[in-house]
């Protein structure tokens, strides 16, 4: 129980003794120990990188689940599991979910019809996206957030502790440098001792022996000094190499930087080649394309009678095509689109072309005229005007 108490009495006089050292600073009536320049720089380095790394880790969050209610629930949920040391769940992603309602109403609605038998392609692609997503969503979290979050909580915490630290013992060696000055000061004035013959024996004797005091404090002090010089410079020592490992989390971050790109771009031309053969799929269902409200061009309104005729597109010569008298459209391009043979017509965005259609022609294609120019044109790269 004594050195409980006697502990707890020298935790509190240190406290205090750094606190009084903090407040001199302050108010500039105390010295204190600037770091080098290196070391300043080292700093501010971490400190950059640890605002900067939780930056980007909440807004990639965000970006992988943007629903504030879902993220809430989502880390709820792998906090609870995380403790109860156990993997949690795949969760449906909103794609498979819209996916699911989707079929279920072609369902109800009926699968032969026009409308059901497009919920059916459309709710099926949607899966296939939905199911590409929950793939990128599990590889961006191993490959970039989990090793961002890993330094935040773990190495950032580390050098965090030791910069603290490295304060406190920085707080004790100037307050031990100011204990010596003062000390010093104190053995100086008590070494001048006063007459002999001018004062009494008494006084003489006193002086003498508060000179030997202050000169036991002043070695005392001395050696407080040095270890606290010590323990400050080991300290410091630390913390550097604490620091200048930020250099290797910005290599680590940067090969995770490489990773996550690289699941977006999978992610991403996994989805256009999963649209793409939706396209497709509905080009091939009666009326695939219809007019929308925002002007879109649909190929309902521009194919003739002649759809289902036996004329092969491989077979279809071009130049040989004659523009009808009555169906022609004005289309302008959405895209720039380079031709991939002489068949095609080269394409400039925001251009004026006329299209029409032939029989015999795919509905994803259609003819496009410009000046003496002639070639098929891609349907989704244009929008029609009149």
Known sequence: MDFNVKKLATGAGLLFTRAVQFTEEKLGQAEKTELDAHYENLMSRADCTKNWTEKIYRQTEV???????????????????????????????????????????????GPDTPYGSTLIKVGECEQRLGAA????????????????????????????????????????????????????????????????????PRNYVLSASASALWS????????????????????????????EGISSTHVNHL????????????????????????????????????????????????????????VEMDTLKIEEVQAPAAGTRKAKVLYDYDAADSSELFLVADEIITVYTVPGMDSDWLVGEKGDQKGKVPVTYLELLS
């Not at 050696?223 to 020592?237: G, I, N, P, S, Y």
């Not at 793409?276 to 649909?298: D, H, M, Y």
Request: proline fraction near 3%.
């Open 133 to 200: 997503q929950r793939e990128f969503l599990h590889t961006s979290a191993i490959s970039f957030l989990t090793p961002l979050r890993n330094f935040l909580e773990g190495d950032w915490r580390t050098i965090t502790k030791e910069r603290r630290l490295l304060e406190n013992l920085r707080l004790d060696l100037d307050a031990a440098k100011s204990r010596l000055k003062k000390a010093k000061a104190a053995e100086a004035k008590a070494a001048v001792a006063p007459d002999f013959q001018e004062t009494r």
């Open 63 to 109: 970006l992988l689940q943007p629903n504030p209610i879902d993220h809430s629930g989502a880390r709820i949920e792998e906090f609870v599991y995380e403790k109860l040391d156990r993997k949690a769940p795949s969760r449906v992603t909103n794609g498979e979910l819209l996916g699911h309602y989707m079929q279920d109403a072609a369902n109800e609605f």
């Open 216 to 243: 036991e404090e002043v070695e005392k002090t001395e050696h407080e000094l040095r270890v606290a010089q010590t323990e400050f410079d080991r300290q410091a020592e630390v913390t550097r190499l604490l620091l």
């Open 255 to 310: 090969r995770c930087l490489h990773e996550f790109v690289e699941a977006q771009a999978i992610y991403y031309k996994q989805c256009h080649f999963h649209m793409q053969e939706l396209q497709k799929e509905l080009g091939r269902l009666p009326n695939a394309f219809a007019l929308n409200s925002s002007g879109t061009i649909a190929t309902a309104d521009l194919i003739s009678e002649g759809f289902n005729s036996s």
